[in-house]
């Protein structure tokens, strides 16, 4: 059985002119609400046994609040390029080639591909992941290369915690 929770990142700020966009800080709400829902999913769930971040600044700022909560080392959360795409394309290459020794895994990406994953992998439909929400599905299969529908176990909106 493969363990995975996607984690759109936390609201990032726009009021900073000529940031580019993979550059564009987290808010202080999205920081307060990072922290918030990794204490819920911390007290939820054990530590994913590998932490994946795409390498925009407010997704990996977000992976990095996740981390320290789940007393994770930092040193050791994956950085991932293809990660900053707005597409489920990359988001699906990157999990299906993920090492079958982790039993569990943890993303930090970005909308439109988070939602489209979890209502093409996940068996509870979901309009909308917003920032910093979290989706924990279990698949069935021994092998990350050959997952298919899974099972949505978990659902975690900072709304829901507010």
């Known amino acids: 059985m493969k363990t995975l929770y996607i984690v759109r990142h936390a609201k990032s700020s726009w009021e900073y002119q000529g940031v580019k966009d993979i550059d564009r800080p987290l808010k202080k709400r999205g920081i307060n609400d990072a922290y918030l829902i ?3 999913l ?6 994913p046994d590998v932490f994946i971040s795409s390498c925009a600044n407010r997704a990996l700022h977000t992976a990095m609040i996740f981390s320290y909560g789940f007393n994770f080392p930092l040193a050791n959360v994956k950085i991932s390029k293809s990660l900053y ?4 394309g990359y988001l699906i290459k990157t999990i299906k080639a993920l090492d079958d020794g982790f039993h569990s895994a943890i993303i930090f990406s970005h ?6 994953f979890v209502n093409k992998f996940g068996d ?3 309009a ?3 920032t910093c929400g979290v989706v924990g599905i279990q698949f069935n299969d021994a092998h990350w290369k050959n997952i298919k529908k ?5 659902v975690e909106f900072p709304k829901f915690h507010k």
């Open 38 to 40: 990794s204490n819920v």
């Open 85 to 88: 795409s707005f597409s489920d």
């Open 124 to 126: 509870k439909p979901i």
């Open 150 to 154: 899974g099972k949505t176990f978990l």
């Open 111 to 116: 909308d439109h591909g988070i939602s489209t």
């Open 128 to 130: 909308h992941v917003p």
């Open 42 to 47: 911390r007290n939820k769930v054990d530590c």
